[in-house]
């Protein structure tokens, strides 16, 4: 497992995973324009391919997770917990003290996955997610960082 911290160059590789991982996935357009943006990082996971990514923004001493694929022939081992324990690290030297995510309230595998990773439920967002079955509510979940 190789987890490494990648930018521009890697823009049609996240939409790709992003794409084996959603229903709605960004282009490689979005990700270009995330990338760009101010306290915008992103960490890729691989073995012998591109197994799963993550997406984050740190700015004025909070962070937040925008979006985390894993391929779905490779989930359940272990790469979103590692892509999440890298970006809460990364996170912490840019100076951020707490990170955020929202995620959707019936996606029961993620909150799984980030309830293990130590984030506790702080909110909800009703309809925050567009979906073609109608709008879903999101999770707002929380972790500190001063550990």
Request: contains cysteine; hydrophobic residues 50%; glycine residues 12%.
């Amino acid at each position: 497992m190789i987890l490494r911290p990648v930018g521009l160059e890697a823009c049609f590789t996240l939409a790709d995973l992003h794409d084996r991982a959603f229903a709605r996935p960004w282009s490689a357009e979005a990700f270009e324009s995330l990338l760009g943006g101010p306290g915008v990082f992103a960490l890729l996971g691989e073995a012998d391919e591109a197994k799963g990514f993550i997406l984050c923004r740190s700015i004025g001493g909070e962070a937040e997770i925008l979006t985390l694929a894993v391929d779905p022939a490779a989930r359940r081992r272990g790469w979103g917990a590692a892509l999440v324990e890298m970006a809460a690290g990364v996170a912490v030297e840019t100076g951020a003290q707490v990170l955020f995510l929202e995620v959707a309230a019936d996606n029961l595998a993620a909150l799984g996955l980030y309830e293990t990773s130590g984030f506790t439920r702080v909110g909800l967002r009703r309809g925050y997610y567009a979906e073609a079955d109608g709008p879903k509510d999101a999770v707002v979940m929380r972790r500190s960082l001063n550990t």
